[in-house]
C-alpha cells in the first residue's frame, strides 16, 4: 500500500474520532441531585438533569398560565432537614406530581437559585407497589 494512502486514511479517521469526542462532549449533561448541585457551582447555566423527591406542600400550579413551581430535596428523610431547591417548569401538570414523588428535571440553574426546568420526568412508587402483589397473585 503507498504511504500517501495510508497516511490519507489516518487523517480521516482521526478527523472522524475528533468530530465524534467535541459532539459527545458538547451534549453531555451532569446527572446530580440537590446537594451535589449546590456544591458545584460550575454548572449554573448548564444544561443539568436533577433527581430529587418533591415536598408535597410546596406544588404551586397555575392552570391559566400552565406554570408550576415546587421544590424537591435529596431524599424523603431530607424533607424539613436540607434546603430545598425550586423547580419553575411551564408546560401541563404531570398527573404523578404528589408528596414524595421523585422528580427528575433537566434544565439550568438560574441565577436567583431557581431550577428552570425543560423537560419534568416523575415516578411515584407507591402508587404501583400497591397493585403489583394484587395483579401478581391473579385477583
Known sequence: MKPKYLLGGSLLIMAAAVVII?????SAQYFLN?????????????????????IGDSIDWD????????QIVDSVEQIGVQPPLTIAYDG??????????????EGRLGPD??????????????RYEEQFPKQAQGN
Open 34 to 54: 440537590v446537594s451535589q448541585l449546590r456544591e458545584k457551582a460550575e454548572v449554573q447555566g448548564q444544561n443539568v438533569r436533577i433527581s430529587g423527591t418533591v
Open 113 to 126: 437559585g431557581t431550577f428552570k426546568a425543560d423537560t419534568l420526568l416523575l415516578k411515584c412508587p407507591t
Open 22 to 26: 467535541q459532539g459527545m462532549a458538547g
Open 63 to 70: 392552570g391559566q398560565t400552565l406554570h408550576l413551581e415546587f
Open 92 to 105: 401541563p401538570k404531570p398527573e404523578l406530581l404528589e408528596d414524595h414523588a421523585q422528580a427528575i428535571v
